[in-house]
């Protein structure tokens, strides 16, 4: 089966794996949805996850990202165990990961939506906003002004003061992914980008996505079910099916792998068979 | 704030006017009080429900802690209480949290363990026996040292102004353990959780004797501004008032109630001025954000738990401020006045009347809300009046009508609330 | 004649389009499989046939009848009947009482009904009085096909039946299908499962992004090379 | 040691038993709301109050006429229907005027707490405009049912039994009234269509269930139950519109405690919140007084806590319920 080895007492081996997953189970009442994964994502790649539903994709998001906790297995980070640290925590050390439905601040300005993004800003302590405005002023002129650099490359500057909540479904997923650019983060995890976005715009956060990965040195882990869109964008490809994993290879392996179409179309060799 | 916004408050304004011109200037100044310490109610919740989302209905819990503080702080202390009981009353208090502690401390430990249930409740027995053998006599003798007068502890006699501050750590305190335990809650049982604790506190001030004098109430609080015999007995104001060509002793009420009014007018700007700062910052954003969405939050950075009980805390050191400011301004305090009506739902009804998530519209909702309560009652009055006027003045439909427009302002605020909340859900004065 | 027919129906939620001018028809007593891609919009197809989402284009012909306009209720009283994906039972009623409420639009007794569906379910009439909570995956899905079949459907719309039930049950809610259509009902069923879905279709139809790929018959779809490329989602 | 057995009948068993009837009534109307339309209901207290209201102004009326051919039952009972009759009407016009614009709009559940928040000070203004703050006494009839003298004489016991008839009543009603709500969830038509309701809407609509007969059928039952409940515990006890107002919070407490939206924990949670308010404030000298040689007996009163703090008591146990076990201890609807 795919998915490398991994030894979580010896965890000794030089390798350039940003994020390491191991063994990691998950399971929901009698529900399994992750059965010992164990992947590994290498710093600057763009590393796709593909598999029918059911697999267990978003589930594996949710637990790397700290939403869930998982049943057992472990998660690294840059070498260091992560598993079960808490959102914030995680996001503190560059893990971002989106939602396959988009969860923006429906209230919040476009702007704002974007302001809000960078943790630790001098004025989200209550005594910095009532008396050191000046300082204040002056992050968020940094940060408006990267705002409107994100906006404008993700074509979102005239929405700016528009409540996220009244924007259309796919300029939505376009504010999620500029989230991910107002802070410096080492990965993101997408979940479905493409789902619910017209062709088009579709083109425009593929380019956005290979410029951040080149020029700004993302890592990218993206959950996409369009093929093309995938072979395009990401290598390796990593294919989960029923809460495992079932290859890991370039897009030209995964497209020729027989294994990954049955299992699409539903014919799995699974193990517990 | 809008052109339409500044219409809303010359209107508040004009109405108050209209009190003084039409009924007096004394009942419009002590309104005027009362609607700014509503506003800072209101302004309080606004912290907790306009920007954080949080569901609180033990206001009045926080409010009566003020009040305490006023008693705690500036009531002159009973030696001879102190002497009859003071230490042990204090003792048993310190068994009583060491217990509680202990408890904690021991569930922690012992719980994996086979006896740990048993040996808690075990624990427990012991702690309940000694608290009970501390404090009850303790409690016997303070109550019984000049029961007509005193019969409990009394205060520091310190400076009255001092119990605002004191109030509002006071209640951030009670705030910071009942946010522990209780934030974690879904909306609708957290309601019920705060308006559970809040009765509790209620009642522990209405049956600790020792501490509050009960419903024996404690009464000649020290004042922070002039007293009226002082006032009309000192001859500088004599001719003050007589120059003015206004009677001695009406002179006189007005002057403390304007004096209230300033203390009143400075606090209310500067918890404004803070809300309106934290609102407008990137801890507001950040606030709002989380209540709109506090998965994504959390996934973003923000430490959801923190905030929330951060916002609790903030939200009743305001209420304790506020509920230290009322008891100054009555002069006593009386821990069976303290109504869940009165102190909790009318300030919610504040908040989304006004407005939630804005400042100025929960001033605004303190400001007219506050009005309201205190004038349906004649308004009603007076419309009955004139519509029954054709019955017989002692018809008992007429007289039972008359006697009943006291009670008026419930309906008249609950159909206020369904009213806003159907057509304008976004209160007068909407978030931005 | 054809039982139902939808031609070209677009629509989605909100304002963009899920379905492009998608159209399927089902005969009567046979079985119809819409297969794709994640994401194809399979289970939209589903709910714009009972009426829960707006078509901003189309038309649906139900014995001869356009239902288009009518309201999801109208449409269960004229034989049409769904089991969701999920959620598809009363977890706090027993197993008969699932039943008694599935057929609660009858007026006519229904013990007739209910030992008709008993009988094709064997295992729910063993479990009659039990919490339907407390019941397996495989019999909870089983449960979830009687309810549907306790108000007579003519039509039944199936969301991937089999969506995670092991191999082995997967096997016997598909032999309960069978027996279903074999009865007379007509069946829509929308599989992630294409091949054991595909081996008991009558016409097969392969969505990609919300439009007729290809339509065929079971095998011949499933022979067909460019139909198993383009699950991948291209 | 029969003595102490009749001082525990007396004072905690047969008190309890019918708070905890009354109780367990309420939080049935709570539950009950709860489950089919997603809400924790602020008004029920007042609905209570508004409904007992009816039933006192029937009653005067009917004693006005002379009609007691219940004697000695009070006169009240007689009552009952009428007012549940007013009290249905009362709500249904509630709900088309107040609740049936957010269900459609599918409001959170939250604005529905508020709003049910606005209905209460409605209906609690509405109660003291009508009948006024103070205190209302309908009882007639027989007030015991067994005398403490008659018993002390009959069983030659040094302690005396008494019953009072409306504490039978209490009791009496409420086991009557559940058995007949258990029956229509278990075995009617649309008692199982509520119940299907209950637990998934979105299946019972594609099952062809109305909301609208659902909801209004949960409203009849609500009604009913504040009806009875609050009639007979204003017999029982007193009328005052504060009161009940009050009695929202033990309700509540039983309803949260049993796990809200599960009917068989708010009755038990109605009893358990009596049981621990009754036995926790009770002075227990007296029971050890027969139990234990009159050497042993303590000078205190053996009071756990004092009488001051009985409702505080259900606070307690409803703020340890919600913090220790969220969905209740007979599981309710979980989040």
């Given at each position: 089966m795919g998915g490398r080895p991994c030894s979580s007492t010896l965890f000794l081996t030089v390798n350039w794996s940003l994020l390491q997953v191991c063994q990691l189970r998950k399971q929901f009442g009698g529900f399994i949805a992750l059965n010992n994964v164990s992947l590994q994502i290498d710093k600057g790649s763009i590393t796709g996850l593909m598999g029918p539903n059911g697999a267990g994709k978003s589930t594996l998001f949710d637990v790397i990202s700290g939403l869930l906790p998982p049943t057992s297995g472990h998660i690294y980070w840059d070498g260091h165990e992560i598993t079960g640290k808490p959102p914030h925590i995680l996001f503190s050390l560059g893990v971002l990961r989106t939602f396959q439905i988009p969860q923006e601040f429906d209230s919040l300005t476009v702007r704002d939506n974007l302001m809000m993004v960078p943790a630790g800003q001098f004025g989200e302590i209550l005594w910095n906003s009532w008396f050191h405005r000046d300082k204040i002023d002056k992050q968020e002129a940094e940060l408006a002004h990267r705002a409107k650099e994100v906006m404008q490359f993700l074509t979102l500057t005239p929405l700016a003061n528009e409540p996220a909540g009244n924007l259309s479904g796919g300029q939505k997923k376009l504010l999620e992914l500029g989230r991910t650019m107002m802070v410096d983060a080492s990965i993101v995890l997408f979940d479905e980008v493409g789902a619910g976005v017209n062709r088009t715009l579709l083109g425009v956060i593929g380019d956005a996505i290979v410029r951040l990965n080149r020029e700004w040195h993302y890592t990218f882990c993206m959950i996409e079910h369009d093929f093309s869109f995938v072979s395009k964008l990401c290598d390796p490809i990593i294919v989960l099916s029923e809460g495992q994993v079932l290859a890991e290879g370039s897009s030209d392996m995964i497209g020729q792998n027989e294994q990954v179409v049955e299992a699409y179309l539903g014919l799995n060799q699974s193990p517990h068979l | 704030m809008s052109g339409r916004d500044r219409v809303y408050f010359v209107l508040c304004l004009l109405l108050i006017i209209g009190v003084g011109i039409f009924q007096s200037w004394n009942v419009a100044l002590t309104m005027i009080n009362f609607a700014l310490i509503s506003a800072i109610l209101s302004l309080g919740l606004n912290i907790q429900w306009g920007f954080g989302g949080l569901f609180n209905v033990g206001i009045m819990g926080f409010v009566a802690l003020g009040g305490l503080a006023v008693v705690v702080v500036s009531a002159p202390p009973v030696e001879e209480a102190w002497r009859a009981g003071g230490w042990r009353v204090l003792s048993a208090l310190f068994v009583a949290v060491l217990a509680i502690g202990g408890s904690l401390f021991v569930w922690k430990r012992w719980r994996p363990k086979k006896y740990g249930a048993v040996s808690l409740v075990?624990?427990?027995?012991?702690?309940?026996?000694?608290?009970?053998?501390?404090?009850?006599?303790?409690?016997?003798?303070?109550?019984?040292?000049?029961?007509?007068?005193?019969?409990?502890?009394?205060?520091?006699?310190?400076?009255?102004?001092?119990?605002?501050?004191?109030?509002?750590?006071?209640?951030?305190?009670?705030?910071?353990?009942?946010?522990?335990?209780?934030?974690?809650?879904?909306?609708?049982?957290?309601?019920?959780?705060?308006?559970?604790?809040?009765?509790?506190?209620?009642?522990?001030?209405?049956?600790?004797?020792?501490?509050?004098?009960?419903?024996?109430?404690?009464?000649?609080?020290?004042?922070?501004?002039?007293?009226?015999?002082?006032?009309?007995?000192?001859?500088?104001?004599?001719?003050?008032?007589?120059?003015?060509?206004?009677?001695?002793?009406?002179?006189?009420?007005?002057?403390?109630?304007?004096?209230?009014?300033?203390?009143?007018?400075?606090?209310?700007?500067?918890?404004?001025?803070l809300c309106q700062r934290a609102l407008n910052s990137p801890w507001g954003r950040m606030m709002r954000a989380i209540r709109d969405n506090e998965r994504a939050a959390s996934?973003?950075?923000?430490?959801?738990?923190?905030?929330?009980?951060?916002?609790?805390?903030?939200?009743?050191?305001?209420?304790?401020?506020?509920?230290?400011?009322?008891?100054?301004?009555?002069?006593?305090?009386?821990?069976?006045?303290?109504?869940?009506?009165?102190?909790?739902?009318?300030?919610?009804?504040?908040?989304?009347?006004?407005?939630?998530?804005?400042?100025?519209?929960?001033?605004?909702?303190?400001?007219?809300?506050?009005?309201?309560?205190?004038?349906?009652?004649?308004?009603?009055?007076?419309?009955?009046?004139?519509?029954?006027?054709?019955?017989?003045?002692?018809?008992?439909?007429?007289?039972?009508?008359?006697?009943?427009?006291?009670?008026?302002?419930?309906?008249?605020?609950?159909?206020?609330?369904?009213?806003?909340?159907?057509?304008?859900?976004?209160?007068?004065?909407?978030?931005? | 004649m054809n039982l139902l027919t939808a031609t070209n129906l677009s629509g989605g939620y909100g304002e963009v389009d899920i379905l492009h001018n998608l159209s399927l028809t089902v005969e009567r007593g046979k079985i119809a499989v819409i297969v794709g891609p994640n994401g194809a919009g399979k289970s939209t197809v589903m709910r714009a046939l009972l009426g829960l989402i707006e078509l901003r284009s189309g038309q649906i012909i139900f014995e001869g009848q356009d239902i288009t306009q009518k309201f999801p209720q109208e449409r269960v009283i004229l034989g049409i009947s769904m089991v969701p994906q999920t959620r598809n039972i009363f977890v706090t009623l027993t197993v008969e009482e699932n039943l008694e409420i599935g057929a609660y639009l009858h007026d006519e007794p229904i013990s007739v009904a209910m030992e008709e569906v008993f009988s094709l379910f064997p295992i729910l009439a063993k479990r009659r009085n039990q919490m339907a909570g407390q019941l397996s995956g495989g019999q909870r899905q089983q449960l979830a096909l009687a309810r549907a079949l306790m108000m007579s459907p003519k039509l039944l719309l199936l969301d991937e039946p089999t969506a995670g039930l092991s191999p082995v049950v997967i096997d016997e809610v598909m032999e309960r299908i069978k027996q279903i259509v074999a009865a007379g009902v007509a069946v829509v069923m929308v599989e992630q499962n294409a091949h054991k879905a595909l081996e008991i279709a009558d016409i097969g139809y392969v969505l990609v992004q919300g439009r007729n790929r290809f339509t065929g018959t079971g095998s011949e779809l499933l022979s067909d090379p460019d139909v198993r490329v383009s699950f991948l989602g291209g | 040691m029969l003595d102490a057995a009749i001082v525990l009948a007396n004072f905690v068993v047969i008190p309890a038993l019918s708070y905890g009837s009354l109780l367990a009534l309420g939080a049935l109307g709570v539950t009950l709301v709860y489950a089919v339309l997603r809400f924790a209901n602020f008004a029920h207290g007042d609905t209570m109050s508004v409904a007992t209201m009816m039933a006192i102004y029937c009653t005067w009326w009917l004693q006005s006429l002379g009609i007691d051919f219940i004697r000695p039952l009070p006169t009240a009972l007689l009552a009952i229907p009428f007012a549940a009759l007013g009290t249905v009407g009362l709500l249904l016009v509630i709900d088309r005027l107040v609740y049936r614009h957010y269900r459609q709009a599918k409001a959170p559940p939250i604005t529905l707490v508020i709003v049910s928040v606005g209905v209460m000070l409605i209906l609690h203004g509405l109660s003291r405009m009508i009948i006024g703050v103070d205190e209302q006494r309908f009882f007639d009839g027989g007030r015991f049912i067994v005398s403490a003298g008659e018993f002390k004489e009959w069983s030659g016991l040094k302690e005396g039994l008494a019953i009072k008839s409306t504490q039978v009543i209490a009791i009496v009603s409420a086991v009557t009234l559940m058995a007949y709500l258990f029956y229509f969830l278990q075995r009617t038509r649309t008692g199982k269509a509520m119940r299907a309701f209950a637990d998934n809407e979105e299946l019972a609509l594609l099952s062809g269930i109305r909301p609208q007969k659902i909801v209004t059928s949960c409203?009849?039952?609500?009604?009913?139950?504040?009806?009875?409940?609050?009639?007979?515990?204003?017999?029982?006890?007193?009328?005052?519109?504060?009161?009940?107002?009050?009695?929202?919070?033990?309700?509540?407490?039983?309803?949260?405690?049993?796990g809200m939206g599960s009917p068989v924990g708010a009755i038990l949670g109605g009893y358990l919140i009596a049981f621990s308010e009754i036995g926790l404030t009770y002075a227990f000298k007296r029971v050890a007084g027969h139990l234990l040689p009159p050497s042993w007996v303590p000078d205190g009163l053996l009071q756990l806590i004092s009488t001051d703090y009985k409702f505080a008591v259900s606070f307690t146990i409803l703020v340890a319920v919600l913090l220790l076990r969220p969905t209740g201890l007979f599981r309710g609807q979980a989040s």
């Open positions: - | 075990v624990f427990l027995t012991m702690a309940f026996v000694l608290y009970r053998f501390l404090f009850d006599p303790a409690v016997l003798a303070i109550e019984k040292v000049n029961p007509a007068l005193s019969g409990f502890l009394g205060g520091f006699n310190l400076p009255v102004l001092l119990a605002w501050p004191v109030g509002g750590l006071l209640a951030a305190a009670a705030a910071m353990m009942i946010g522990h335990i209780a934030l974690g809650l879904r909306s609708d049982y957290l309601a019920i959780a705060t308006l559970a604790i809040a009765e509790v506190l209620v009642a522990i001030l209405k049956h600790e004797e020792w501490l509050t004098r009960g419903v024996k109430n404690v009464t000649g609080l020290p004042r922070p501004v002039p007293y009226e015999v002082d006032l009309q007995q000192s001859i500088w104001f004599q001719e003050w008032a007589s120059q003015l060509g206004i009677d001695g002793i009406e002179a006189s009420s007005l002057t403390v109630k304007l004096c209230y009014m300033v203390l009143l007018i400075i606090v209310l700007a500067l918890i404004f001025t996934v973003m950075g923000k430490d959801v738990k923190r905030r929330h009980l951060q916002i609790f805390v903030l939200g009743s050191a305001v209420f304790g401020i506020a509920g230290a400011m009322m008891t100054t301004l009555d002069g006593q305090f009386i821990p069976s006045s303290y109504q869940p009506l009165r102190f909790t739902f009318l300030i919610w009804i504040m908040v989304i009347v006004g407005g939630s998530g804005n400042n100025w519209g929960a001033v605004l909702g303190g400001l007219l809300i506050w009005f309201l309560w205190i004038q349906v009652e004649p308004i009603g009055l007076a419309t009955i009046d004139f519509l029954t006027k054709p019955l017989h003045p002692t018809s008992p439909l007429r007289v039972h009508l008359i006697d009943s427009a006291a009670h008026m302002r419930y309906v008249m605020m609950g159909l206020f609330l369904l009213l806003v909340l159907r057509f304008r859900p976004q209160g007068l004065i909407p978030e931005r | - | 409203w009849i039952l609500v009604a009913v139950l504040a009806a009875v409940s609050g009639t007979v515990y204003g017999l029982d006890k007193v009328y005052k519109p504060f009161t009940y107002f009050q009695l929202l919070l033990p309700i509540f407490a039983a309803a949260v405690v049993g």
